[in-house]
């Protein structure tokens, strides 16, 4: 297929070979969804129910058990055993492994800093890296004028990436992002701290990342959802620019 001319504002046509069905691609793995009404489904896109057990249980077993016992060891080992079972369950019923692979992935890599160092806090650290990393890039992303929301939301609306050449639409995706951002942001502000208060602030810790986890991030995306709805009468659709 022979990649799309697009009017640009100043009347050049602009050419992006490859550049949608890349945007088009990412917007399909990043798992977001919407209702038939138009509405963002969030429990789905935070992965459904199982998703959402997926990636809270196991930091939930290791904060209780770590309470309960205060044997950093059993506590990772059993984190781990849980993630573990969430492969397994998917392996079973023959659905897409993917997430529970990289769920077991990332307590495996947790719980073997702590245990590494001796210290319960450590297992929290890949989650401060991967906050940080993407803040960057959805930083970068509205620095380079191509703001992540956009391209996830915009494939969602059925708009591609006509929304580049509507600077309302731009500037409304780039506050989306920057929503984004602020979650993430919000999450090292409030958990830094507490991990740098040693073993005095592991439990506040492992509480306050279960609750700015799923709940926060499924907070973020749809408020990004709302601050960049189309005003009405506006929306473009593929049937209507065909």
Not at 136 to 152: D, Y
């Amino acid at each position: 297929m022979e990649s799309e001319s697009r009017p640009t504002p100043d009347g050049r046509a602009e050419r992006e070979p490859g550049v949608a069905d890349l945007a088009a691609a990412y917007a399909a793995k990043a798992g977001l969804h919407r209702h038939d009404d138009g509405r963002i489904d969030v429990l789905r896109s935070a992965g459904g129910i199982r998703g959402v057990l997926e990636s809270v249980l196991p930091g939930l077993v290791f904060l209780v058990a770590f309470t309960v016992l205060r044997d950093l060891v059993l506590s990772a080992v059993l984190a781990v055993a849980v993630a573990a079972v969430f492969v397994v369950v998917r392996l079973v019923g023959r659905t897409t492994p993917t997430q529970a692979f990289a769920g077991v992935a990332g307590i495996a890599v947790s719980a073997a800093l702590a245990l590494f160092t001796g210290k319960a806090q450590d297992f929290y650290i890949t989650g401060f890296l991967t906050n940080a990393a993407y803040i960057v890039a959805l930083s970068l992303s509205v620095a380079v004028r191509w703001p992540l929301m956009g391209v996830l939301f915009g494939f969602l609306r059925n708009e591609g990436l006509h929304w580049r050449q509507d600077r309302q639409r731009a500037r409304q995706y780039r506050l989306g992002t920057w929503i984004m951002v602020a979650v993430l942001a919000l999450r090292l502000v409030v958990e830094v701290p507490l991990y740098l208060a040693g073993d005095a602030g592991v439990v506040a810790l492992g509480a306050m990342r279960l609750i700015l986890g799923i709940p926060l991030y499924a907070l973020g995306i749809w408020l990004a959802w709302l601050v960049s709805r189309p005003l009405p009468g506006t929306e473009r659709t593929d049937d209507a620019r065909a």
